[in-house]
């Protein structure tokens, strides 16, 4: 059943169903993202570039030969660990920041986890790179090259799950970072124990009820298509970078920093990008600095381009969960102690941003009730995939945990989960019953058909003689309201009014597909209102160049479809002041009697167009530029929430969701069309993350299986289960819109709520996604 | 290898690309091995189709030949001789599948296309599909498009829009 959203307010642009800004031109296959462009009919003398990537799970180069490749015809430049300029280069890692702000070498995120180096003599991970790249004529040249490279491997003991690495006598992967494989203290993290509140073991001794649970969180891949490819070129001193990096001034900020060039020197260029999901490339990737080197020493314009196989570079990281839950009988939630252990791979990456931060969140808004409370983690080192952000950061894996706390405590407590959440969670700032929480409970429970379809743990009816059904959810507070943009600093627009009353929108963004863009026009056509114009008449700038001097806003943590709208109110009202003062000199008035309404300029007795006015002036564009830091006022947290219906074969093990119901309070609806294609298209990874998608590794190797998208099963559309989103507006932050960031958000709570539904169907739980039927069938005790 | 002596040859192929027969030189315009999107894409600039996966897993990189919706990174540009091939480019600009697939925004199901990259292969899939079939249903709609991947997850706005570029079709008296 379709039910619109409601608008809390009733706007002329923002909040509408309608088609993307970008709808036409996508499905011409006309915008060029960064493989599109980078080519020799656009770059004439292209070379193109390859690394060597670590065989083994754990190996050091002893030596080195590229001779041979060195007289392969079509060989243009090699650049190895043995170069003196490689060897002094300062280590790194892949994630100087998470996007949201820019930062310097020295003020990386994780400074004290720099376990990378540019082309390094250590792999780490069967995939590292490692020891030598090559540019060549074509990319077959680079390739054969690259297989005429003699190196000389130590191959080194490993291993592969976190557990093992903690024990004793394990390999020791970076000794000089974490020399019991377990990442050490550091600021943003804080220690292992990253919360604690009251008295927990006084709260177990007092409570009525306690109820212990694990949870396993595997890892999936982020999947986006568009495989990261970039193109350097040097004009003297003068570096010009374009690629599928969606975080430009950041890409220029590490080449600066790595390369010690000054930043007027870098200019870096990108536009379309086929998805971020939350790992797209934040432009601090080492094979930027390669492609640099190999264009120098080459004197020609370079490639870089990811196959496939390279794609598979990250992971939700993996994290095993456990929690401990006490309760009074009424349902009053005293004390819980959650502790998980991260699978971090083999780059330590974001990897604490998701164990401690996130949770920690989470303790300061839905939890703050909660007297007793305390968390730890271990981010563990092993030789696998780097896993960290993926379309959020640690919070599906702590909502993997925290929805079957709920589901599996109301059980002990015999109340209805949604009761039990609605009486215990809310925000620091509220009161409880929180509204925005109840009703996202509320709201999924009647579209699901809670009270018909629940039952107790597999007492539902057998249907075919082997199949069962069950409904289950999860919830999860949201986690962008511009309070917590504060960290990325100033937003920046521009509005430039042409001299015929249209208007060209610099909101820089690299447009990844969120729908922000959209987002930003609608923005910009509402505070623009005064002067009468529609969405075609503002032109939004697609490529985002950081000669073009504005900050890119980069699309992380869902939060640009409103960020730049806050701002855009500010400019237009700037804009307006400004053709004001223009109609008053042009109609010798004083400004204070001059309004403009619908395009119209209006003074006492007088009456002139904004068109007219302007191209009968000197044809000089009028443009403000605004920047603002996102409002700290601490508004809280909307909620969101999901709900299943499943259908699950007890003879196959195999999991068919009928039906999910995907609600998120946005505080305003931008865009509804792409909030909902945000809700819908979030599911895709959702469902592939709790039924079908797992990275496999061969246990004795330690190399991967299934690093390609015919053995990494990504949901098709016959996979899609009938997925109902629901746009609310009950909670408001701060601004004119106090709008939420929803896209990370859709797909948190899916898998739990899967998981849950799969209990209430079978009767057996299976805490370890993805929920395959070898898991169901283990459950049910058939195998 | 390229210009490699064993693969230099003064043979020819043909192909008609969106409507215009044009010949190559085997050797010179392109290499035997080379596939028919590589070909398409970087020799002749026909830069819609997307190359994701590579190995037939994606549909990214649909054209069509003769017809019918084909994965052109599993076919070699020499396979395609004598062949009829139309990229995303020889679409007329108001194909009803490409305006069906931009229009797309009733509520319910979201747009039909969030960053665009796997939209063209969608949208050749949807051409072909409704070439041959112009009435088609829910069902023969997620089957033609079950070898398309989208990880935006656009697939129910996606099967929409192939039903409203059908209603299209229907509107303006049949096929174009």
């Known amino acids: 059943m379709t039910i619109p959203y409601k608008p809390r307010v009733k706007r002329k642009f923002i909040g509408g169903y309608q088609p993307r800004i970008d709808g036409l031109e996508k499905a011409q296959g006309k915008p060029l993202y960064a493989d599109d462009i980078i080519n020799e009919r656009n770059y004439p003398g292209l070379l193109y570039a390859k690394v060597l990537r670590c065989p083994y799970p754990r190996a050091r180069i002893l030596s080195m030969d590229t001779s041979k490749a060195e007289a392969l015809k079509g060989v243009k430049a090699i650049v190895t660990y043995k170069d003196p300029n490689l060897k002094a280069m300062k280590p790194t890692n892949a994630g100087w920041t998470d996007a949201v702000d820019t930062v310097s070498y020295d003020g990386m995120m994780w400074g004290k986890f720099r376990d990378r180096n540019i082309l390094g003599d250590y792999g780490t991970w069967a995939g590292d790179e490692v020891g030598v790249a090559i540019a060549a004529e074509s990319e077959q040249i680079a390739e054969a090259a690259l297989k005429l490279v003699e190196v000389e491997w130590e191959v080194l003991p490993y291993v592969m799950d976190p557990i093992s690495a903690m024990k004793p006598g394990a390999p020791i992967i970076h000794p000089h970072i974490a020399p019991e494989n377990v990442l050490p203290f550091d600021p943003v993290g804080g220690p292992d124990c990253f919360l604690s509140k009251g008295d927990t073991d006084q709260g177990f001794a007092q409570a009525d009820v306690v109820v212990d649970m694990d949870t396993i969180h595997d890892n999936p891949t982020q999947g986006s298509l568009d495989p990261w490819c970039c193109m350097v070129q040097w004009e003297g001193e003068q570096l010009t970078v374009f690629s599928n990096s969606y975080a430009t001034d950041q890409t220029r900020m590490h080449m600066s920093q790595m390369l010690d060039l000054p930043l007027h020197n870098i200019r870096v260029v990108s536009q379309y990008v086929g998805g971020q999901f939350g790992r797209a490339d934040t432009g601090d990737q080492p094979f930027f600095i390669f492609t640099a080197l190999l264009a120098k020493k080459a004197g020609r314009p370079v490639k870089f381009k990811h196959t496939r196989r390279d794609s598979f570079h990250d992971t939700r990281q993996p994290a095993l969960y456990h929690c401990k839950v006490g309760a009074k009988k009424d349902g009053t939630i005293t004390t819980l102690h959650f502790s998980s252990i991260g699978d971090i791979g083999a780059h330590a990456d974001h990897s604490v941003f998701a164990l401690k931060f996130a949770p920690a969140e989470i303790s300061e808004v839905a939890l703050a009730h909660i007297p007793n409370q305390k968390m730890e983690s271990w981010a563990v080192y092993t030789n696998r995939i780097p896993g960290c952000m993926m379309r959020g950061v640690g919070n599906s894996q702590f909502n993997f945990i925290f929805g079957r706390m709920i589901d599996g405590l109301a059980e002990k407590l015999g109340m209805d989960p949604v009761d039990l959440a609605i009486k215990n969670f809310g925000h620091e700032w509220g009161s409880r019953p929180d509204p925005s929480l109840k009703a996202v409970l509320e709201i999924g429970a009647e579209r699901i058909g809670w009270k018909e379809k629940r039952h107790k743990p597999g007492a539902g009816e057998l249907i075919d003689g082997i199949k069962r059904r069950g409904v289950g959810f999860s919830l999860h507070p949201a986690w962008h309201a511009e309070w917590q943009e504060v960290r990325r600093g100033q937003v920046q627009v521009r509005i430039t009014l042409l001299p015929d009353g249209t208007v060209t929108l610099d909101a820089p963004t690299v447009e990844t597909g969120t729908g922000s863009n959209t987002c930003n026009v609608l923005g910009c056509a509402e505070a623009l209102s005064f002067l009468g114009i529609e969405q075609k008449d503002i032109t939004w700038v697609s490529t985002v160049d950081t000669d073009n001097g504005l900050r890119d806003c980069v699309q992380t943590d869902s939060a640009v479809s409103f960020l730049q709208s806050e701002v855009l109110v500010l400019a237009a009202k700037e804009l307006k002041e400004k053709l004001i003062n223009l109609a008053a000199e042009k109609l010798e008035v004083k400004s204070d009697l001059v309004d403009i309404v619908d395009g119209m300029i209006k003074a006492p007795g007088k009456s002139i167009s904004v068109k007219d006015l302007l191209m009968k002036g000197d044809l000089v564009p009028l443009s403000v530029m605004v920047s603002r830091k996102p409002d700290s006022s601490r508004t809280g947290v909307p909620y969101i929430a999901s709900f299943a219906d499943v259908e699950v074969d007890t003879s196959t093990g195999k999991v068919e969701v009928l039906k999910l119901v995907i609600i998120n309070d946005c505080g305003t609806v931008m865009y509804a069309s792409g909030a909902e294609a945000q809700q819908i298209g979030g599911q895709v990874m959702a469902m592939g993350e709790a039924l079908t998608e797992e990275l496999i590794y061969d246990p004795i190797r330690g190399v991967p299986l299934n690093f390609n998208f015919v053995d990494y099963k990504m949901p098709t559309i016959l996979d899609m289960p009938k997925v109902e989103p629901v746009l609310l507006e009950i909670w408001k932050g701060a601004g004119e819109y106090g709008a939420c960031g929803i896209g990370e958000g859709t797909l948190t709570c899916s898998p739990r709520a899967i998981a849950n539904a799969v209990y209430n169907a079978i009767g057996a739980r299976v805490d370890e996604i993805p929920i395959t039927p070898e898991k169901v069938l283990q459950a049910l005790g058939r195998i | ?176």
Not at chain 2, 97 to 117: D, K, R
Not at chain 2, 145 to 156: I, K, V
Request: proline share 5%.
């Open chain 2, 1 to 176: 290898m390229e210009n490699s002596p064993t693969t230099s040859s003064n043979e020819r192929i043909a192909l008609r690309i969106n409507g215009e027969w044009r010949e190559f030189e085997i050797g010179k315009d392109l290499q035997p091995w080379m596939t028919l999107s590589a070909f398409l894409r970087e020799k002749l600039g026909y830069t819609g189709l997307k190359v994701s996966c590579d190995e037939g897993a994606c549909g990214a990189c649909t054209v069509i030949m003769d017809g019918k919706a084909v994965l052109s990174c599993m076919i070699l540009a020499v396979e395609a001789n004598g062949r009829e091939i139309t990229t995303i480019e020889g679409l007329p600009k108001d194909d009803p599948v490409i305006l069906a697939f931009a229009e797309q925004s009733e509520p319910g199901h979201g747009t039909a296309l969030q960053c665009g990259y796997c939209t063209p292969g969608f949208v050749m899939t949807t051409r072909a599909l409704l070439n041959e079939n112009p009435n088609p249903s829910m069902d023969e709609i997620r089957e033609a498009l079950s070898g398309n991947l989208c990880r935006c997850g656009c697939y129910d706005a996606i099967a929409m829009a192939v039903t409203h570029a059908a209603e299209k079709i229907v509107a303006k008296g049949g096929l174009s």
